[in-house]
């Protein structure tokens, strides 16, 4: 009975240190993991410059270091989580999985080794070790708010799509193919790049009634913008809460963005 509690306090104690930055330990943790990931991103991104290919051995000898590092740190994550196949599947798990697998691959097919910067979504992690509690909350609520919003948006880009038909097709009758306006799906490509404002300058009306038309386009483009705005922003304000997220990852399931007085996980019911 002693043996198994000790197991469970050094498995919990680590658990604690590799996914949670609310101690010393665990923020340290993080701190020289995300160091690693960045550090394992530069090595990749030289390694693809042609000018230094002559430090390849050394680039290829901080490869296979970082990765194995974070395979020791993959398999931990595994050993510490009390449903490891919850941890796999999750985010989190799947990315880990992903910046380790190239390495060895390239074994077998010799280039892949480059696909290593999938390691910079990891850096996701910084969120929780510089303490931004806040800003996972505000990122809760945009979730719920884009949410609440998308079918009013996907109505709203219908009608966009619809509108910048109508009004490519009108500019391809004024002006024709002599103006840059060859077929219908090009004067909506100018239309769609008009009305966003964007303006990359390739096709431009020559007549004043397309010059006329261009310009009417444009003033509905700064109208149009603000509309998918407006409807976020009242979800946003529908969904505001003063609901407060901790940092602390249950130890079963690996799931975050839990109460700070939770005791229990919301997606499991393990005891936190």
Known sequence: MREKQK???WRAHLHEIIFEADTPAGRLFDVVLIIFILLSIVVVSLDSVRSLRMYAPWFRFFEWFFTLVF???YILRILTTGKPLAYVRSFFGVIDL???LPTYISLLFPGTHYLLVIRSLRVLRVFRVLKLVQYLKEATMLLQALRASRRKITVFLFGVLSLVLILGSMMYIIEGEKSGFTSIPRSVYWAIVTLTTV???DIAPASALGQALAAFIM???YC???VPT?????ELTRSFSEQRISTQACPECSAEGHDYDAVHCKYCGARL
């Open 7 to 9: 197991k469970y306090s």
């Open 224 to 226: 149009i913008i603000a």
């Open 230 to 234: 407006g409807i976020v922003s009242v």
């Open 71 to 73: 395979t020791v740190e």
């Open 219 to 221: 003033i509905l483009g």
């Open 199 to 201: 303006g990359y300058g």
């Open 98 to 100: 992903l910046a380790i």
